[in-house]
């Protein structure tokens, strides 16, 4: 088509009115055809002529990008573009004349974030450059399958991992608080005997010395005494390590029943109520009316909130808001735990639900870990979006058992 438009191009000064306008109508349907094609793309493309002004966009493009109105081949590409870090790309790249691949940046699009790369090559024809070619993705399914796969193939590693340390820890640990608990009832008999010294020493004034000498080792004693304790606390401390550690690592014995997961919700919201009020924090529950009922095990999934809750609660010490909400569709409950915190950072979304990764002094690694262990052994998905300086947003979505089963028509016999 576009070759016999070309060939009537060069004869336009014999053709009649009628040829010239069936040539015009050809050249349309041609157009209107590509930009069918460009708007069926499952990809943005933008196009730019050689003044970087924008002088085509295709829907995908426009619903993916934040793109302000513009008139074609009056404004360059980065004046229309609503996000300043993707804009500023876009601007220093063209304008050096640079070729990009897969650059990656994120955006609020529809109240979410979403991951998007953008390439950027020359439009070159008969061997000069016309133009720039802007090619966009969207890589957000794609980044969150990745994400889900390494953490997986973390739990994988760590099962295999288990079977030998578990034990080499346990047994000593448990050897270790069977000899303090020994030494904790040596020091009883030590604080009687001491104790008994002293009662004969104020009945006999010669024995003042001894009287001395037995104070002195009640401090000792008492010195002792408190060290032991911190060793029991040391030892409880790694005991609960390696529980959760096993608990990791060990396939769940879900006792799943078909419940509503608003009433447990609203449990919880009780149970944690004073320790919300004493740290000024206000919450606010929006569970949906007529949630259908899911089957899920009440104490792992007790476990799961219980953890974003605390971690909600670290995340604002100075107070704020925490958000617990329920929504669903046809197929799945969505339950949505978000704070006004202090966020997470980009880099460390990734890896948040890696085992062992904490930016906690004292925590161990694991209570994301097992967050995503159980949701995944529910068939569910856990997704984190998150601000710095903003909050944290953690969003669960469940699948609502279907209750009727649909079978297929046999096609009517010929």
């Known amino acids: 088509m576009r070759q016999f438009i070309k060939r009537a191009l060069q004869k336009l000064n014999v053709l009649t009115p009628e040829q010239i306008q069936d040539v015009f109508l050809s050249a349309t349907t041609e157009i209107a055809r590509l930009e069918t094609v460009l708007d069926s793309l499952s990809v943005g493309i933008l196009v730019c002529d050689t003044g970087h002004n924008l002088i085509l966009a295709n829907k995908y493009a426009l619903r993916l990008l934040p793109i302000n109105s513009f008139e074609q081949e009056r404004e360059p590409v980065w004046n229309v573009i609503g996000d300043k870090k993707v804009a500023a790309f876009l601007e220093t790249t063209l304008e050096s004349g ?10 609020e699009l529809g109240g979410r974030t979403r991951q998007f790369s953008l390439s950027v090559w020359p439009l070159v024809q008969k061997r000069q450059v016309t133009g720039s070619l802007i090619h966009v993705a969207d890589i957000t399914e794609k980044r969150s399958r990745e994400a889900r796969m390494r953490r997986m193939e973390s739990l994988a590693s760590l099962t295999t991992l288990a079977a030998g340390v578990a ?4 047994n000593p640990l448990g050897s270790l608080s069977i000899h303090v608990q020994l030494i904790q009832k040596a020091l009883r008999a030590c604080h009687a005997e001491t104790d008994g010294k002293s009662a004969d020493g104020k009945s006999a004034g010669g024995r ?3 009287n001395k000498k037995n104070s002195g080792c009640r401090t000792h004693l008492d010195s002792m005494d408190r ?4 060793i029991n606390e040391e030892i409880e401390r790694l005991n609960q390590i390696v529980v959760d550690f096993l608990f990791a690592v060990r396939p769940m014995d879900l006792d799943l029943r078909l419940k509503n997961i608003n009433i447990l919700l609203s449990e919880l919201a009780e149970f944690v109520s004073y ?4 740290a000024k924090i206000e919450c606010v529950i929006d569970l949906a009316q007529n949630l259908p009922a899911i089957n899920f095990d009440e104490r792992y999934m007790k476990q799961v909130f219980l953890n974003l809750i605390k971690n909600a609660i670290a995340a604002m010490p100075d107070g704020g808001k925490l958000f617990i909400k329920t929504e669903t569709n046809d197929s799945d409950i969505c339950i949505i735990v978000a704070d006004t915190g202090t966020g997470i950072p980009e880099e460390n979304l990734v890896k948040i639900f890696e085992p062992y990764y904490t930016t906690k002094e004292t925590g161990t690694g694991l209570g994301l870990t097992l967050v995503f262990k159980i949701i995944r052994e529910h068939n569910g998905e856990i997704n984190v979006h998150s601000v710095m300086g903003e909050g944290t947003v953690f969003i669960i979505t469940m699948p609502v058992p279907q209750k009727e089963t649909r079978l297929l028509e046999a096609p009517d016999e010929v």
């Not at 640079?98 to 955006?107: G, P, R, S, T, V």
């Not at 034990?167 to 346990?170: P, Q």
Request: charged fraction near 40%; charge should be negative.
């Open 275 to 278: 320790e919300l009020k004493a």
């Open 227 to 230: 060290y032991i304790n911190v």
């Open 98 to 107: 640079d070729k990009a691949e897969e650059w990656e940046f994120n955006a």
């Open 208 to 210: 003042s010395g001894k």
């Open 167 to 170: 034990h080499e820890i346990k």
